[in-house]
């Protein structure tokens, strides 16, 4: 058998290692041709990168809300519904307990309502708070609240502060974290609903009461800011109902408190210092409470 003659480098090793410096070789050689022949790319793609996006206003405070059947004391209803001490013992219970309102979604909003009748008056206490979400990227959760508390306040007749344009200085500086905008306001202002009515006899005892200092107004130490609204109203001649509410914005929570006596069968309408401050005490201690 006649041997094949021996060639130097066509061993089996040897040939493998040859492929692979061939290889390496080509590769480098085209990474090198790929990242040399896109330079304007790369540049614009790091330029890219590097620019500032839209600012983004801040979230509100406040995440989620209380169970607002609980948050009322015992002692505080029994002072705003007296006519539940004469009910039977089940029926007392079950209206200090309340009724929860129905809403979809009770970290967006939440609400209560208590009840309690006599033969002679009759008393209402609704709450009813909303926690308000901007999704405007560009306008914070507090300034959205602020534009729904406004349209609440300019419903209820009372007037809001007129705020002056705007120098070029300031309008190139942004306005403080949680401080409602002047946009808003005006936004707020220019969709409000009209101002109700009063309603009642010929001789509304309520047009009075600018005299006394217990007419619908602006609220100081209350939240952010707050409101009074006092209606009173006449079905008849011996019954009278006056309506209180007391409305305050804490960040991008709104509550509001509604408080209702209806007498019957007397000429005397229910005193409008008295509900005043039963409704201002309940927001104080709910203003405490979005404070924990």
Known sequence: MQRKRYAPGRTGSAARTAVALALGLGLGAGLTACSGGTPADDIAVDAKAGQASAPVAPPGRYRTLFEPCGAVPQATLKDLLPGAAALPDTERDKAYRGIAAVTYDTDRRVGCTWKADTPDTSHRLSLDIERVVSYDAAVSDDDRAQEVYVRKQLA?????????????????????????TTSATATAAATAPPAKTPTGGPADPSATESATGLEPRVLEGLG?????????????????????????????VIVTISYREQSTGSAEAPDSAELQEKARNLARQLAERLEE
Not at 156 to 180: E, H, L, M, N, R
Not at 231 to 248: D, E, I, M, P, Y
């Open 156 to 180: 209820a007749g009372i007037p809001v502060p007129p705020t002056a344009p705007p120098s070029p200085t300031a309008t190139a500086t942004a306005p403080p974290t949680g401080s409602p």
């Open 224 to 252: 952010d800011i707050a409101f009074v609204d006092d209606v009173l109203s006449t079905t008849g001649a011996n019954s009278h109902q006056r309506a209180v509410s007391v409305v305050f914005r804490t960040s991008n």
